[in-house]
Nanobody, 128 residues
Framework: QVQLVESGGGLVQAGGSLRLSCAAS????????MGWFRQAPGKEREFVAG????????AYADSVMGRFTVSRDNAKNTLYLQMNSLKPEDTAVYYC?????????????????????WGQGTQITVSS
């Protein structure tokens, strides 16, 4: 059982930056594909960014491409999401997720079912 704890959320003005962290309980963190998702009120949970086990491959939703950067430090069992140029439409609860399967070419890693473990979420509110 992997426990994930997000931190770094909060209130920020449009154009500002935040950095989310996701600390994993398992020393086997490096064996998990990791992802960030978000869910706004009344909307479905959506993929934001993902990173392969080694950190060598990353992927982003079109809506955050060029503004967000996902990274991981396997030595610290921690996942990060650097968010720049934030917009009011980025307002949501952000979740990190861990999946035991490796990335494949079919982009399943963009889907919630790919991930087995989820954090409790952290609120990001971007004011205009």
């Amino acid at each position: 059982q992997v426990q994930l704890v997000e931190s770094g959320g909060g209130l920020v003005q449009a154009g500002g930056s935040l950095r989310l962290s996701c600390a994993a309980s398992e020393q086997t963190f490096s064996t998990y594909s990791m992802g960030w998702f978000r869910q706004a009120p009344g909307k479905e949970r959506e993929f934001v960014a993902g990173i392969a086990r080694s950190g060598g491959n990353t992927a982003y939703a079109d809506s955050v491409m060029g503004r967000f950067t996902v990274s991981r430090d396997n030595a610290k069992n921690t996942l990060y999401l650097q968010m720049n140029s934030l917009k009011p439409e980025d307002t949501a609860v952000y979740y990190c997720a861990a999946g035991p399967l490796p990335w494949t070419s079919d982009s399943h890693y963009t889907r919630p079912y790919f991930y087995r473990y989820w954090g409790q979420g952290t609120q990001i509110t971007v004011s205009s």
